[in-house]
């Protein structure tokens, strides 16, 4: 009985042609579903962890320690936000949130980019599809983007800048999940964080969390594994190879981190959805600090851009683009300076597959699959159905659950 994957890795020559070159449709499909059951246990447990540190946790405590953009402010900023949701755009949105109550400008984006480069299943789903070593990048990398962020907001972002930014976002113009982002879904009470996440109303806590957050993600998540799988069945490596320059070492270094996150924005899939597309262009010949410079770049996909303009104007909007580039430029060229020599030898991204068998991606499926089960159940028992209609919401008040 066939029920798991059987990995088939890939390396290539130049001259090698591509296998899957004029594959149909339903081969694209195939492989896409084959990457999501390889990732799946992966995401449950991601957004578990997730959940459990979100339902201790308010978004009040959160707003008090953001107060300024010290090195040490900043730090506390990305921590939190890699407990926090790995959606983009309802990282986009809780980063307003947190500015129009307090929080320091530099702080809510370190904390935005925390939310997204950050989180524990990013790290996970990195290990699972591309290798330990990309995972490493993506904890050294984040780091760095938000460091070269903040020194260029030092020099680009002026008081007056700043509070025209306050004004706009201060008029609460919808962007994309409000309505997610403005729950606050935390235990309330005094306690010990056992006892408050071990408790009834603990358990609803993370179920509701955890159900959220797999609501406001599924739709990035699906559109990202078929891109992938469409590109990994119908673009031949040949193209690929060209376009990363391959042939020529230095260039492909130097060009890699700077077209990765164009290839980002183009391609509208955001947060923990454009892994199995990094695998792909990674098979394909990208450098290893254009792989994260490509998976930084969810925070500047084309609605996203748009949601800025609609949260801070035009003008920081732009800010934003421009300083979101350089730095994930920047994060890109030190990872592949610094990490360079990890990176595998052979361009084998686990991104197809051949078949389907028992082994261990089948058993932990199962077992989070089982657990994620439980979760759900509480979650439709304790009255979260009428929050997935809420989502949507509006960003003027919160909500709880």
């Known amino acids: 009985m066939a029920v798991g994957l059987r990995r088939v890795y890939r390396s290539?020559?130049?001259?090698?042609?591509?296998?899957?070159?004029?594959?149909?449709?339903?081969?694209?499909?195939?492989?896409?579903?084959?990457?999501g059951w390889e990732i799946l246990w992966a995401l449950i447990l991601g957004f578990g962890?997730?959940?459990?540190?979100?339902?201790?946790?308010?978004?009040a405590t959160i707003v008090r320690l953001l107060g300024d953009d010290r090195p040490r402010t900043l730090a506390t900023a990305a921590g939190l936000g890699a407990a926090s949701s790995s959606c983009s755009y309802a990282a986009v949105a809780l980063?307003?949130?947190?500015?129009?109550?307090?929080?320091?400008?530099?702080?809510?984006?370190?904390?935005?980019?925390?939310?997204?480069?950050?989180?524990?299943?990013?790290?996970?789903l990195l290990a699972l599809l591309l290798g330990w070593q990309?995972?490493?990048?993506?904890?050294?990398?984040?780091?760095?983007?938000?460091?070269?962020?903040?020194?260029?907001?030092?020099?680009?972002v002026r008081d007056k800048l700043?509070?025209?930014?306050?004004?706009?976002?201060?008029?609460?113009?919808?962007?994309?999940?409000?309505?997610?982002?403005?729950?606050d879904m935390s235990v309330a009470g005094e306690g010990s964080f056992r006892r408050r996440l071990f408790s009834g109303e603990g358990?609803?806590?993370?179920?509701h969390v955890f159900v959220m957050e797999w609501a406001a993600i599924l739709r990035?998540?699906?559109?990202?594994?078929?891109?992938?799988?469409?590109?990994?069945?119908?673009?031949?490596?040949?193209?690929?190879?060209?376009?990363?320059?391959?042939?020529?070492?230095?260039?492909?270094?130097?060009?890699?981190?700077?077209?990765?996150?164009?290839?980002?924005?183009?391609?509208?899939?955001?947060?923990?959805?454009?892994?199995?597309?990094?695998?792909?262009?990674?098979?394909?010949?990208?450098?290893?600090?254009?792989?994260?410079?490509f998976i930084f770049a969810d925070l500047l996909i084309l609605p996203i851009l748009n949601i800025y303009r609609k949260y801070y104007g035009m003008k920081m909007a732009l800010i934003l683009l421009g300083s979101f580039y350089v730095s994930m430029v920047a994060a890109g060229y030190v990872v592949e300076l610094l990490l360079g020599g990890l990176a595998p030898e052979q361009r084998s991204a686990q991104v197809l597959e051949s078949g389907i068998s028992w082994n261990?991606?089948?058993?932990?499926?199962?077992?989070?699959?089982?657990?994620?089960?439980?979760?759900?159940?509480?979650?439709?028992?304790?009255g979260g159905a009428p929050m997935l209609r809420m989502m949507g919401g509006s960003p003027e008040h919160e909500h709880g659950h």
Request: charged letters at 10%; proline letters at 4%.
């Open 203 to 207: 358990l609803t806590s993370v179920a």
């Open 220 to 293: 990035d998540l699906v559109i990202g594994l078929l891109i992938a799988g469409a590109i990994s069945a119908w673009v031949p490596d040949s193209f690929w190879r060209g376009f990363f320059l391959t042939g020529h070492p230095v260039a492909s270094a130097l060009w890699g981190p700077i077209v990765g996150p164009v290839v980002a924005i183009l391609s509208f899939v955001c947060s923990i959805g454009n892994v199995p597309l990094a695998a792909v262009l990674w098979n394909g010949g990208i450098s290893f600090g254009g792989v994260v410079a």
């Open 12 to 35: 290539y020559s130049p001259d090698t042609p591509s296998p899957y070159e004029g594959r149909t449709v339903l081969e694209a499909l195939r492989m896409a579903g084959l990457m």
């Open 360 to 382: 261990y991606t089948t058993w932990l499926n199962i077992v989070f699959l089982a657990l994620a089960g439980v979760l759900l159940i509480r979650f439709f028992r304790t």
């Open 134 to 156: 990309f995972t490493v990048a993506e904890f050294v990398g984040g780091p760095l983007m938000i460091v070269f962020v903040a020194l260029i907001f030092r020099f680009a």
């Open 49 to 59: 962890l997730s959940a459990i540190v979100q339902a201790v946790v308010r978004k």
């Open 95 to 124: 980063a307003r949130s947190l500015f129009r109550k307090g929080a320091d400008f530099t702080a809510a984006m370190a904390f935005e980019i925390g939310s997204t480069n950050l989180v524990v299943e990013l790290g996970i």
């Open 162 to 183: 700043l509070h025209a930014a306050r004004e706009q976002a201060e008029r609460g113009v919808a962007g994309s999940m409000e309505g997610h982002a403005a729950m």
